[in-house]
């Protein structure tokens, strides 16, 4: 059983940056993916951003060159970086680890980009 916690949401101004973390509570390192996603008010949730357990990655149109993904097999964690932040970023942000064939999520952080 795996559990996921999210940490690191937040109120920021519009061309700020956050990091959110996702802290797991069983052994990740052997998902094949970890990612990101988030939902936003009246919308679906959608991929942010994801990372094999190779280390491919791939990223949201609409996040690339803003956001990073890296992750630490040895923490046990997966992080978000997300730069020049705007607006339309504001979202409940939500860590996802692909342990196939179990999904798991964590009850997600909350993202707000106002001035």
């Known amino acids: 059983q795996v559990q996921l916690v999210e940490s690191g949401g937040g109120l920021v ?3 700020g ?7 797991a509570s069983g052994n990740i ?20 951003a994801r990372i094999t357990r ?3 990655t791939n990223y ?12 630490d097999n040895a923490k046990n964690t997966a992080s978000l970086q997300m730069n020049s932040l705007k607006p339309e ?6 860590c996802n680890a692909d342990l196939a064939p179990n999904v798991y ?9 106002s001035s």
Not at 34 to 45: F, L
Not at 89 to 94: E, I, L, M, R
Request: proline share 5%; aromatic share 12%.
């Open 105 to 113: 999520w964590g009850q997600g952080t909350r993202v707000t980009v």
């Open 13 to 15: 101004q519009p061309g």
């Open 89 to 94: 970023d504001t979202a409940v942000y939500y």
């Open 60 to 71: 949201a149109d609409s996040v690339k060159g803003r956001f990073t993904i890296p992750r």
């Open 54 to 56: 190779g280390g491919g």
């Open 29 to 48: 390192f052997r998902s094949n993916a970890m990612g990101w996603y988030r939902q936003a008010p009246g919308k679906e949730r959608e991929l942010v």
């Open 17 to 23: 940056s956050l990091r959110l973390s996702c802290a």
